[in-house]
Nanobody, 116 residues
Framework: QVQLVESGGGLVQPGGSLRLSCTAS????????MKWYRQAPGKEREWVAT????????TYADSVKGRFTISRDNAKNTMYLQMNLFKPEDAAVYYC?????????WGRGTQVTVSS
C-alpha cells in the first residue's frame, strides 16, 4: 500500500535552517509529481511546494519562495524540503502528498517548531 513517511522536524531558531525528508513506498515514486503542505495550529492546511517527477520543475507558495527548496532523489524514493531563513510563521506540521488515481495520499506529518 501507499506509504509516505516524513522526518526531520524539530526546533528551529528564527533565521535558521532545517531539512525535511519524505520517504515513499507502494507506488512508482519516480513517475509521480510530489508536494509539500503544512498546517499551523488553528489554520487550514496550505500548499508549500511542488516538484515534478523528474525534479526539473519546481513551484513554491509566495510565502516560502526564495527561502525553501524542494528536491527529490528518485533512486532513494525520497523527497526533501530545505528550509532556510526560517520565520516564526513557518512553524507547522509539514506533510508530503501524492495524488494517485484521483486520490490524495498523505503522511502523518513532521512537526517543525520555532524556538525563541
Amino acid at each position: 500500500q501507499v506509504q509516505l513517511v516524513e522526518s526531520g522536524g524539530g526546533l528551529v531558531q528564527p533565521g535558521g535552517s532545517l531539512r525535511l525528508s519524505c520517504t515513499a513506498s507502494g507506488f512508482t515514486f519516480s513517475s509521480r509529481l510530489m508536494k509539500w503542505y503544512r498546517q499551523a495550529p488553528g489554520k487550514e492546511r496550505e500548499w508549500v511546494a511542488t516538484i515534478t517527477a523528474t525534479g526539473f520543475t519546481t513551484t513554491y507558495a509566495d510565502s516560502v519562495k526564495g527561502r525553501f527548496t524542494i528536491s527529490r532523489d528518485n533512486a532513494k524514493n525520497t523527497m526533501y524540503l530545505q528550509m532556510n531563513l526560517f520565520k516564526p510563521e513557518d512553524a507547522a506540521v509539514y506533510y508530503c502528498n501524492v495524488e494517485l488515481n484521483w486520490s490524495d495520499y498523505w503522511g502523518r506529518g513532521t512537526q517543525v517548531t520555532v524556538s525563541s
